[in-house]
């Protein structure tokens, strides 16, 4: 099958398009939706120079969404003193399987001259993941402390770095799947907070940190309390996952492609199955859902700046670390707490 944009082999059908690639055409397609999604949702300001850059921490975790996105963003930006990237590795304590992957995380870095931070569970909260698992004491799934622990480690090191922004792997099928996951829940707040710390765009300079219209995000509303904040963002996130593991294969990136021995997570995989079978029978359901859950949220956001039934709560700082929390002590505290590491 031919290119439908040169005389080229195709390399992919995509279906949700209605195009067939070839090599160069499909990874120049990858490279500039990640590029578009930095540039629509404001990631760079207008104020950045190179006397006052942008630090940009992106979470690399060798798998294949985080090795392409850094791969990417360090292409587009290496020559722009506007912006530094830094890369930030956690091991979560994981036997033969996280040490493999660091390997892939620190043959990327080297290879395209980045600063790479590496920190573990085991040097902030004294815990390894396999123990965790084994001793289970709050009875729920190895992802469930796994979740917590890792957002915080990723802020508190992300600022400790100096970030201005946090940025994360995520592709359109996790989004499309946290969306669906937060509509059948009936989750108002959720949708409101993960539009403002993660999804909408950042304001424009003009706007003076306010929020100037429904649709863009406020972060200090995802995190009202904590002047220490630092907002996240996902540029790869109009990428399906299939195109992402394509590019990597495509590049010969160095990824880690096995899966967590303690992976979980039924439920979500319920609705990656059915939102992959949907899509197969009508192509580009996932980019419709991502459209109206993204305007959805925006709504739910501007509503609970209005004290309406999104509302956000009080949040204060935890009580034992300083983290932003909503009660006086944080989830990652109660965790190790239950662990008995605190
Ligand atoms: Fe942690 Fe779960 Fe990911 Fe394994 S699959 S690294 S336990 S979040």
């Known amino acids: 099958m031919e290119c439908d944009q040169c005389e080229g082999s195709a390399v992919v059908h995509v279906e949700y398009a209605g195009v067939h690639r070839c090599e160069d055409h499909f990874r120049e397609s990858v490279e500039s939706r990640i590029r578009r999604r930095v540039r629509e949702d404001n990631l760079l300001p207008e104020d950045a120079s190179p006397e006052d850059p942008e630090t940009w921490v992106v979470g690399l975790s060798g798998g294949k969404d985080s090795v392409v996105l850094t791969t990417v963003l360090h292409e587009t930006f290496a020559r722009d003193p506007r912006v530094e990237l830094v890369a930030l590795s956690i091991h979560e304590g994981i036997e033969g399987y996280r040490d493999e992957s660091l390997a892939a995380c620190e043959d990327l870095a080297a290879d395209l001259g980045l600063r790479h931070e590496v920190v573990s569970y085991d040097s902030e909260f004294d815990v390894r993941m396999d123990g965790v698992v084994e001793r289970d004491p709050e009875d729920m799934s190895a992802c469930g402390y796994?979740?917590?622990?890792r957002r915080d480690v990723l802020a508190r090191h992300a600022r400790g770095l100096g970030a201005d922004k946090l940025l994360t792997g995520h592709n359109l099928d996790d989004e499309a799947q946290s969306a669906m996951m937060n509509f059948l829940s009936g989750d108002i707040s959720q949708m409101s907070q993960h539009f403002d710390a993660s999804l909408g765009p950042f304001p424009a300079a003009e706007a003076g940190g306010e929020r100037p219209e429904t649709g863009v995000r406020d972060p200090v509303a995802a995190d009202p309390e904590a002047g220490s904040f630092v907002p996240r963002a996902k540029p790869l996130r109009d990428v399906p996952e299939k195109e992402v593991a394509l590019y990597a294969?495509?590049?010969?990136?160095?990824?880690?492609?096995?899966?967590?021995?303690?992976?979980?997570?039924?439920?979500?995989?319920?609705?990656?199955?059915?939102?992959?079978?949907?899509?197969?029978?009508?192509?580009?359901t996932r980019h419709a859902v991502m459209a109206g859950y993204e305007e959805l949220a925006g709504l739910a956001a501007a509503d609970r700046d209005g004290a309406g039934p999104?509302?956000?709560?009080?949040?204060?700082?935890?009580?034992?670390?300083g983290e932003p929390t909503h009660g006086e002590v944080c989830r990652a505290c109660q965790l190790l707490e239950a662990l008995g590491g605190a």
């Open 146 to 149: 796994c979740g917590v622990f």
């Open 249 to 284: 294969r495509l590049r010969n990136l160095p990824t880690h492609m096995a899966e967590c021995p303690h992976a979980s997570g039924a439920y979500r995989g319920e609705i990656r199955d059915l939102l992959l079978e949907l899509e197969e029978r009508h192509p580009g």
């Open 310 to 321: 999104a509302g956000g709560g009080d949040r204060g700082d935890c009580e034992r670390c």
